[in-house]
């Protein structure tokens, strides 16, 4: 898999994640086991206008990376290691466990390691 096609995979991803925190955030709470006030609401949909920012900026990196596409898939993999590293902090205090967090963590984990074999040099 090259490194453009997995940059305009993770923005479907990440953007499609992002509309749902932003349209259907009940789902992401009762997928945690929690119940949702206004602000719960209101920073999930942050959140999801964010995700939805970082699903463009991966859309457009094969565009316009050029050489630095490698540096970028590096980045994109150090970012799934931060979601993973949240999911694992997540599940080790208790806030967040069950078939949602062990998928969370799975899709990070994947999806850093394409980005990380992706972007290697190969000379």
Do not use: H
Request: hydrophobic share 60%; glycine share 10%.
């Amino acid at each position: 898999m090259n490194l453009q096609l997995l940059c305009r995979i993770n923005a479907v991803w990440v953007a499609l994640n992002g509309l749902s925190a932003f349209v259907v955030p009940d789902m992401w709470f009762n997928m945690a086991g929690y119940t949702a006030g206004p602000a719960a609401y209101a920073a999930a949909q942050g959140l999801g206008v964010s995700f939805i920012g970082l699903g463009l900026i991966s859309w457009r990196t094969s565009d316009i990376a050029g050489e630095a596409i490698n540096l970028y898939g590096q980045l994109f993999g150090i970012i799934w290691i931060l979601f993973a590293l949240l999911a694992l902090y997540q599940m080790m205090t208790g806030l967040f466990s069950g078939p949602a967090a062990i998928f969370n963590l799975v899709v990070s984990l994947i999806f850093a390691a394409l980005f990380f074999y992706s972007s290697r040099k190969t000379e």
